[in-house]
């Protein structure tokens, strides 16, 4: 799957160029879902309701070519719908969110002599969930596909690279017994891809995926996609903290390694009231970062919005035309900024966290 890797790249760049003391790591929280089950759904039963003919992919903008690209094939594909249905059923039982996860083994529609619409009738909703003894239902209803192989040449090693970008594009919805039509329907686009290189065009070209392994490996891929929008999940992301400056940022650093957030944040603001400038900004982030190391995510974010606004005056924000403003113009603003949204989902989503976790306690 891609990841965008820009910021956490510009950031240490920077953190380089900053010719300032700092110690990188790495934190786990966890973020809600994007849909919220009552906690009386506790059984779930995934469903394969797509036809043989797949919906079409979304347009999509020709990506210009690089200059080192020699050739590019695009191709389109129908998921195999039985593996991603069991790939999404087996994700919701590591998930062990809900009691119980029943896949369906038939498809819903294999036998279907002409056309009809996806979408499952209220008859047949409450005949599924009885039968499989479930609560609700989620229901694969399209997959198509879109693979993108290219093939390169890097000068600087006189080599060729090969690169197959497969975009799936399935859709699920979510039934629950006695109602009219789904209850919500996800499209959780995502995009999987391989690389390869070797001493010749023919050579790359050989070791591109089969077709056969492509559909096989995207169709799983596809059926984990939608988790992230059905049950809470943990999230990694990095995290920075500054440790010069002074007696009192070193002092602090010391506090940290001994999990005495409380203390590293008292002189972090002592540090803070005293300075100008780039270290007042890195207080104002190590005492952001303290709060959330504690879960206090309001007065985490305060003070990193106290941290964007000193980051603003480093970079001279107020002072330039933003447009044709790159992030590399304003790098203090960027970093500081993209904590600050971080800390703002976390706080954002903390009571629809807490309510979806709710279920748990029930059980005490």
């Known amino acids: 799957m891609k990841r965008n890797c820009f910021f956490p790249l510009m950031a240490l760049l920077w953190l380089a160029a900053a010719c300032q003391s700092v110690q990188q790591f790495s934190i ?28 079409s992919v979304p347009p999509e903008a020709e990506v ?16 195999n719908s039985a593996v991603a249905a069991e790939s999404l059923a087996q994700a919701l039982a590591d998930g062990n969110y809900f009691d119980e996860v029943v896949i369906c083994d038939s498809a819903l529609r294999a036998g279907d002599v002409s056309p009809r619409e996806a979408v499952l009738s209220r008859e047949e909703v409450n005949t599924l969930a009885r039968d499989l003894g479930v609560d609700f239902l989620i229901a694969l209803e399209d997959l198509p596909m879109r693979s993108t192989a290219i093939v390169g040449y890097l000068p600087d090693v006189q080599a060729y690279y090969g690169t197959v970008d497969v975009k799936v594009y399935p859709t699920f919805r979510i039934y629950v017994p006695n109602r009219r039509g789904p209850l919500t329907t996800i499209q959780s686009a ?7 290189a070797g001493l010749s065009v ?20 596809a059926g984990t996609t939608p988790v992230r929008y059905l049950l809470p999940h943990w999230k990694s992301a990095p995290r920075y903290l500054f440790t010069g400056g002074s007696v009192d940022m070193r002092d602090a ?16 603001k002592r540090h803070y009231g005293r300075k100008e400038g780039r270290q007042k900004m890195y207080a104002a982030c190590n005492i952001a970062l303290g709060y959330e190391m504690q879960d ?41 900024t993209v904590y600050l949204n971080e800390l703002l989902e976390r706080k954002q989503g903390l009571s629809r966290l807490h309510m979806q976790m709710q279920r748990f306690k029930e059980d005490f």
């Open 202 to 221: 023919d050579e790359v070209q050989a070791r591109f995926v089969s077709p056969d392994k492509l559909v096989q490996a995207a169709s799983e891929f």
């Open 64 to 79: 210009p070519k690089d200059e080192n690209e020699i050739a590019r094939k695009t191709d389109y594909y129908i998921g």
């Open 253 to 268: 650093a010391v506090y940290v390694r001994e999990q005495n957030w409380e203390a590293a944040i008292r002189l972090w």
């Open 190 to 196: 995502d995009s999987i891809y391989w690389e390869d």
């Open 296 to 336: 206090s995510l309001e007065a985490a974010a305060e003070w990193a919005e106290k941290a964007r606004q000193v980051a603003a005056n480093l970079d001279q924000l107020h002072q330039r035309q933003a447009d044709g403003l790159e992030a590399f113009d304003v790098p203090n603003y960027v970093f500081t």
């Open 28 to 55: 786990d929280y966890m973020l809600p879902a994007e849909v919220s089950f009552p906690a009386s759904l506790r059984r779930v039963g995934v469903v394969n309701n797509m036809s043989a003919s797949s919906g």
